[in-house]
Structure formats: C-alpha cells, structure tokens
C-alpha cells in the first residue's frame, strides 16, 4: 500500500525554466509533508516542508503547495539550475506518532543547460 | 555541527554472517530513526528511538534485526544471519524540536550480501 505516490520517475526541464515536481498521499492522518534532494551515494538532504494548516511555503528558489483536498502537494523550483540535477523525494508525517517519515519513490530531476 | 555520521559506508558479506552498523546523530538530537532504501524506492522506515528508548518498530525489522541506542547517543544496528535480501542502503536519521518533523540524514551504509 503506497500511502505516498509521485508517479513522475522523471522530469527534464530547461535551465532557468520552472521545475515542478508532484506528489499524491491516500492517507488523511498526515498533517506534515517535506521534500528531500538525494544524490547518488548520498543520503536525503532536506529541502523545504509544509504543515497541513497552511497551503503555501516558500524558501528562495523552492516553494511546496499543499492542495489538502485533493491530498495533492507539488514543489517548484524556480529558476531551474544545473545543480538541481537530483532525486527528489516526497515525504508525509502524521501528528502524534512518532513523526515517522513515509516517502514516496522518488522523481529524478535533470535539469539541461 | 558535524551532521549525522553513519559507519561503515560499505559493507560487502557473505550470506549467514553477522553485520553491524554505527550512527552518530547530531549531539543535541534526542530522536534517532533507521531506514532502509532498496534501488527504485524511497526510504522505509524501520524503528525509531527516543533517548535510550525503542518506541516504535516496523513489521519490516524481522527477529534477525536488531538495534540498540544504550545512553540516547549513538546507535547501532545489527543483522545476524544475513541474506540477499538484505541489501541495500541503510539510512540514519535524527531531530528534536517537536515543533518541527524534518529529520537529517548521514550519507547511509551500503550493504551487499553476496
């Protein structure tokens, strides 16, 4: 059962252009969601995250949209750079446990000079 | 701040021996988690401690899994009796603030049972 879906495995985007990345969750008890950048031979790098009680987060470049009705978040990045070429992974934690990450399985973003 | 260290970062052994991983967390982190990411997917989570104490394992961590934290410092976790299905890489995380879920990552320990 895949609570957390991103069903991009990849994406190739123009440098300078916008990169959007998508993800899909089923499971209604989560209430905080975070994206992580992964190198290869590296672990997950945190990028930027979002409570459930807010639709919108931005932090320079990267900005998470939270659509909780349609249990839909998406992450922007903008201007796209060279050095964005990397796994991105979605991730939901749920309130009052134990704030165990569920991932999705990852979108390979290249982005082309 | 030295980020989340993880020992070895790879591990090559044959089927049936006994494995052994080391995680550092950052010092001030009283929330340490494992996870395992096999090719293809994303980390799943395998247990979680807080300080000393284990609150929270997964169905994933068989009997021949074990891990420890004895003073709410460093972690270990062991896989006895190894199989192939055991490879892949095993990720470290630590966090504190209750007020905030994002977790820090070390770089992992790759694992090949051969």
């Not at chain 1, 990849?10 to 252009?17: D, T």
């Not at chain 1, 919108?56 to 964005?84: W, Y």
């Not at chain 2, 494995?19 to 395998?46: A, K, M």
Request: charge should be neutral; glycine fraction near 6%.
């Amino acid at each position: 059962d895949q609570q957390v879906k991103q069903n991009s495995p990849s994406l190739s985007v123009q440098e300078g252009r916008i990169s959007i990345l998508n993800c899909d969750y089923t499971n209604s008890m989560f209430d905080y969601f975070l994206w992580y950048k992964k190198y290869p031979a590296e672990g997950p790098t945190f990028l930027i995250s979002i409570s459930s009680i807010k639709d919108k987060n931005e932090d320079g470049r990267f900005t998470v949209f939270l659509n909780k009705s349609a249990k839909h978040l998406s992450l922007h990045i903008v201007p796209s750079q060279p050095g964005d070429s990397a796994v991105y992974f979605c991730a939901a934690s749920a309130l009052f446990g134990n704030e165990k990450l569920t991932f999705g399985t990852g979108t390979r973003l290249t982005i082309i000079p | 701040d030295t980020g989340v260290s993880q020992d070895p970062r790879h591990k090559i052994t044959k089927r049936g021996q006994n494995v052994t991983f080391r995680c550092d967390p950052i010092s001030e982190h009283n929330r340490l988690y494992w996870y395992r990411q096999t090719l293809g997917q994303g980390p799943e989570f395998l247990t979680y401690f807080q300080n000393e104490a284990q609150l929270e394992k997964s169905r994933l961590l068989s009997d021949r899994f074990s891990a420890e934290r004895p003073k709410g410092s460093f972690s270990t976790l062991e896989i006895q009796r190894t199989e192939q299905g055991d490879s892949a890489m095993y990720l470290c995380a630590s966090s504190f603030n209750r007020d905030s879920y994002e977790q820090y990552f070390g770089p992992g320990t790759r694992l090949t049972v051969t």
